[in-house]
């Protein structure tokens, strides 16, 4: 608020405009940032024993040294089609929690990474079962 009780309309100033970064729980960062690197493209931009930082566009990714892996993380990638996805990571030997399915945010998959932690995909702007 504002110190001297003025009006001020704030709208969309302040407001977060994108996820910066994601972290997933890894307990070795170094070696689980292969999957990251080989499957899903990104790029690590930084790397210590205790965590490593992965980049894709504007799409950052924190490996963080941890005793508990294997969460679902909750982070959904926006991918044009899971489909497609699906059929590149199976040939990959990636494990999968769900096959395509139609949800609320669109048609999604949820796979595993090398460490049993479970990220998702949905397709980018596609009809949910809300729509």
Request: net charge negative; aromatic share 8%.
């Amino acid at each position: 608020g504002d110190p001297k009780g003025g009006d001020f309309v704030y709208g969309e100033l302040g407001l977060p405009k994108l996820i910066a970064s994601a972290y997933i729980p890894s307990k070795d960062p170094e070696r689980a940032s292969r999957f990251y690197v080989d499957i899903l493209g990104m790029v690590a931009t930084h790397s210590s024993p205790e965590a490593v930082v992965l980049s894709r566009g504007d799409m950052r990714i924190v490996l963080r040294k941890s005793d508990v892996v294997g969460i679902d993380t909750g982070i959904v990638f926006g991918v044009d089609t899971p489909f497609d996805l699906h059929r590149r990571f199976v040939d990959e030997g990636v494990v999968f929690v769900r096959d395509p399915t139609r949800g609320p945010v669109g048609v999604q998959t949820s796979f595993r990474d090398d460490e049993g932690n479970i990220l998702h995909a949905a397709d980018i702007g596609g009809p949910g079962i809300w729509d």
